[in-house]
C-alpha cells in the first residue's frame, strides 16, 4: 500500500463544476503540498500546509492531521486548470518528500 | 529570474551510453533535488544536496551520480544507461530544509534508453 493514495486517478468536468481531489497518506509528517503538473510537464507548487485551510484564487486547500486526509477544491473550474494534481507529505521522520501518483483533471469547456 | 533550469528537455541514448543531465538555478538555494517520474508511479527522489560540496543518496540512487560544486548547479550523471534508467527527470531546489519551504521544480527532462 502507497504511504501516500490520492484519489480519483482521473477526473473530467464541465466548466463551472466544483472540483475535489482527495490525498491520505500513512506516515506521520510535517507538512503536505499540492503541486500541479502541466500538459507540457512543468510542475509548480500550490500549497504547503500542515493545518488547517488556505485559499489562493479559486483553489483551497484543507488539512485534517488527526485522519490524515488532505482535500484540493476548485471552485468554478475552467479548461485551463487542466492537469495532474500531485499531493506529497514530508515525512517527519525522514524530512524528505513522499508522493502521490496524481489526479489526472480534465476541464472540458 | 528564470528558477530552475534543466537541459536537454528530451534525449534518447542507446543502452551502454553515458550522459549527464544538467540543472541550475539562479535563486541561491541551498537545497537540491533530483527526482525520476515513472508512469503511474510518485516521483522517487534519486540525489539531493543540502550545499556546494555535500550529496547524498535519496531512494533510487543505483546506476547514477551527481556532484555540487557550485550553489548554482547540480548535474545527474548516467553511466552506463540502461532501458530501466527511461524516465522523465526533474531537478528542484528549496533555499533550506525546512518544512515551510516550497520546492521550485525544472520543465523535466524525458529520457529514453533504446
Known amino acids: 500500500k502507497n504511504e501516500v493514495e490520492q484519489s480519483p486517478q482521473n477526473l473530467t468536468a464541465q466548466e463551472g463544476e466544483f472540483i475535489t481531489i482527495n490525498c491520505s497518506y500513512s506516515?506521520?509528517?510535517?507538512?503536505l503540498h499540492w503541486l500541479q503538473q502541466h500538459p507540457g510537464g512543468g510542475i509548480v507548487s500550490l500549497f504547503m500546509?500542515?493545518?488547517g485551510k488556505k485559499k489562493h484564487g479559486r483553489l483551497i486547500a484543507t488539512i485534517n492531521i488527526q485522519e490524515k486526509h488532505s482535500s484540493l477544491h476548485i471552485t468554478a473550474s475552467h479548461p485551463r486548470d487542466s492537469a495532474v494534481y500531485i499531493c506529497a507529505v514530508r515525512s517527519y521522520n525522514t524530512d524528505k518528500l513522499i508522493f502521490g501518483t496524481g489526479t489526472r483533471l480534465q476541464v472540458f469547456p | 529570474n528564470a528558477g530552475v533550469t534543466q537541459t536537454p528537455k528530451f534525449r534518447i541514448l542507446k543502452i551502454g551510453q553515458s550522459m549527464t543531465l544538467q540543472c541550475t538555478q539562479d535563486?541561491?538555494?541551498?537545497?537540491m533535488y533530483w527526482y525520476r517520474q515513472d508512469p503511474g508511479m510518485g516521483l522517487k527522489l534519486i540525489y539531493y544536496s543540502v550545499g556546494a560540496g555535500i550529496t547524498d543518496k535519496g531512494e533510487v540512487p543505483n546506476g547514477y551520480n551527481v556532484s555540487r560544486s557550485t550553489t548554482e548547479d547540480f548535474p545527474l550523471r548516467l553511466e552506463l544507461a540502461a532501458p530501466s534508467q527511461t524516465s522523465v527527470y526533474f531537478c528542484?531546489?528549496?533555499?533550506?530544509?525546512?518544512?515551510?519551504?516550497?520546492?521550485?521544480f525544472g520543465d523535466g527532462t524525458r529520457l529514453s534508453i533504446l
Open positions: 528542484a531546489s528549496s533555499y533550506d530544509g525546512s518544512p515551510n519551504q516550497p520546492q521550485h
Open positions: 535563486m541561491n538555494h541551498n537545497y
Open positions: 506516515v506521520g509528517i510535517s507538512a
Open positions: 500546509l500542515s493545518s
